[in-house]
């Protein structure tokens, strides 16, 4: 008989297997898919934590279930602590994940069918901001916006002018695979000139938003939603912040429009790694997110690597390999053989199909979590080029491998 005290190992030896294999993984390779992070053990303790046995339907001092003092306490210091941390109004720590903390922000906001601007999937948006096979596609009416050709940057004058036409009825900034700083302040001022509501949705910079390294959404834009992973490095989770304006229509949105109980676990592993962002080596941590990805889109750059906008302001670089003669689904299976992870994606103006796109997306929260700097940056710069310079060379790769886990086995993450 399962007793409830058995361990993993104990109880499900196969799944207990398949973890330390992960452990393994994650330890002698590295993760560089920019929307990927390490969570502290303190925060892991949390998620694992018993807060997962609670049933707390409502909201702190308003619960439809009894016992819930604890988790009371847990979720209020969550929420002071994410309004501390972007300086906003009002914050819900409730939503389970980005998509539908987005869904739930245009809920509140939004009439069905009404009008949106959002950035092109294609340009580096995301599934959320509009796209046709999307709930958003569905029960919105968007319009996109993108980047230049030229310089693949945001022409904020284009989202002007596709704003005073269109009338929408909210303004989304925010991206998930766009290497420059976005003008918060920009797109709300577009956004009051046309009578919309701005949004932003800062999922993969909300890092350096709190960290001061990139643009600050607040006091500009009305509502912000954010996943609390990514350069957060927090839970899988994500929190929707706004001025107190819009704070009722937030929160019956969340609860009871789209979530009953909230995870409890969660919210207590997202108030951890809130904690541990209003540190001063939090913000360290996030110059050095930064540096690293210059230095490393630097060297790309040197190998004739080709990178979208030419480079980065932030912790993701956009490589387009046409030049190199191999394709995003090429580059993204070699380089998981060499123990580099990364992500096949599309570039602005792809040719190539979304499955097998022109591109690859990196980016270096994981790795400076970790601890590598400038120095390894030129290392792991060398490492990639020698993957793709030798694509259908499997003992090259294989060395380029070794190379990989000697590295990084002197930044072990999890003993």
Do not use: W
Request: with cysteine; glycine share 8%.
């Amino acid at each position: 008989m399962i007793m409830i005290k058995n361990t993993l190992k104990e109880t499900d030896p196969q799944i207990y297997d398949f973890l330390k294999n992960e452990k393994h993984r994650q330890n002698f390779g590295l993760e560089m898919i920019p929307s990927e992070n390490f969570v502290s053990k303190a925060v892991l303790e949390a998620l694992g934590s018993i807060g997962t046995n609670k049933y707390s339907e409502g909201y702190p001092g308003k619960r439809y279930y009894g016992g819930n003092k604890n988790i009371d306490d847990i979720e209020l210091l969550a929420i002071e602590r994410a309004k501390k941390l972007f300086n906003a109004e009002h914050a819900n720590v409730q939503p389970l994940s980005g998509s539908p903390a987005n869904m739930q922000a245009y809920f509140a906001l939004l009439e069905l069918g009404d009008k949106i601007l959002g950035m092109n999937l294609a340009h580096g948006g995301h599934l959320t901001h509009g796209h046709p096979v999307n709930f958003s596609g569905k029960f919105y009416k968007f319009s996109q916006y993108g980047v230049r050709e030229d310089d693949h940057r945001i022409d904020y004058d284009e989202v002007r002018k596709i704003a005073e036409k269109e009338k929408p009825k909210l303004i989304l900034s925010g991206a998930t695979a766009y290497p420059r700083e976005i003008d918060f302040k920009e797109f709300d001022e577009i956004a009051k000139d046309v009578g919309a509501i701005s949004m932003a949705d800062v999922s993969h910079i909300a890092g350096l938003i709190v960290s001061d390294v990139h643009k600050h959404c607040f006091p500009y834009t009305d509502v912000v939603t954010t996943t609390t992973h990514k350069t957060l490095r927090g839970p899988r989770g994500a929190i929707i912040l706004c001025k107190e304006k819009y704070a009722k229509a937030i929160d019956k949105a969340v609860f009871p429009g789209m979530q009953g109980g909230p995870h409890n676990h969660t919210n207590a592993a997202k108030a951890v790694a809130f904690g541990e962002a209003l540190r001063p080596e939090f913000k360290n941590y996030a110059v050095q997110i930064v540096k690293n990805a210059k230095v490393l889109a630097d060297e790309l750059i040197d190998y004739d690597f080709k990178l979208i906008s030419g480079g980065t302001d932030n912790h993701l670089i956009l490589i387009d390999l046409t030049n190199k003669n191999v394709t995003g689904k090429q580059a993204e299976a070699a380089l998981d053989e060499a123990n580099i992870t990364v992500n096949k994606n599309m570039v602005p103006f792809d040719k190539r199909s979304p499955f097998d796109p022109s591109g690859i997306r990196i980016g270096t929260p994981a790795i400076t979590a970790r601890g590598l700097k400038e120095q390894e940056m030129v290392d792991v710069a060398a490492y990639i080029n020698e993957v793709i310079e030798n694509i259908d060379n499997r003992e090259k790769i294989l060395k380029v491998k070794e190379k990989v886990v000697e590295l990084s086995s002197r930044f072990i993450i999890y003993d």
